[in-house]
């Protein structure tokens, strides 16, 4: 089984640049490791800023390159986060986090990924989240999740994070469902997010 829902790309030329790092479960609570989450969607940030090309006799480019690594950084920590967060997979099946490099004629676009395992119960709720992300108006659905947050402790499946890059990145979503042949009790999740920088 493979279901893709919204903007995923599935491949990428042979020869285009990527990274890819993987996360082991562990024996540490997840907001133990909050603080690698950032270090790791820095390090892919910097990557990425390291092999685009970049004008330097560009006028204002020292601001284009900080609001390169702040879109980088900030949706990379959001995907990994959630990556963690909603892990279910064992410690065989590591959550997988990286970015891909894009150019088309005078586009530059950053493909964030994660990958990680959840269970087939969980996969429904997770679709109908995303559904209501599709079709919802964004702005709207931010405000909406925010009043939900503030209502409720739990707050931990409210979207803000992928609102926040729709809204202030123009990031464009996608997901990629299918079947773990390693462990059929999983399902393997991709979250990708192409971001033009």
């Not at 609570?29 to 940030?45: D, E, G, M, T």
Request: glycine share 4%.
């Amino acid at each position: 089984m493979i279901q893709l829902v919204g903007d995923f790309i599935e491949e990428f030329p042979r020869s285009h640049d990527s990274l890819e790092m993987s996360f082991t479960s562990s024996s540490r609570p997840v907001k133990r490791r909050w603080l690698n989450n950032r270090l790791s969607a820095c390090f892919i940030a910097d990557y990425f800023l390291n092999i685009m090309p970049i004008d330097e006799d560009e006028s204002e480019v020292e601001e284009r390159i900080e609001a390169m690594k702040n879109a980088v950084s900030y949706i990379g920590n959001e995907l990994l986060e959630n990556a963690m967060k909603f892990n279910e997979g064992s410690e065989n099946d590591p959550v997988k986090f990286g970015i891909h490099f894009r150019e088309n004629l005078d586009l530059v676009t950053a493909v964030i990924f994660t990958k990680n395992g959840i269970s087939p119960e969980s996969v429904e709720k997770f679709q109908a989240f995303i559904e209501e992300l599709r079709s919802a108006d964004p702005n709207d659905l931010y405000v909406e999740q925010i009043t939900k947050a503030a209502e409720s402790e739990d707050s931990e499946a409210s979207g803000l994070g992928l609102l926040t890059a729709i809204n202030d990145y123009s990031a464009k979503l996608g997901w990629k469902f299918e079947s773990d042949p390693s462990n059929p009790q999983m399902i393997a999740v991709t979250t990708m997010a192409q971001v033009v920088v």
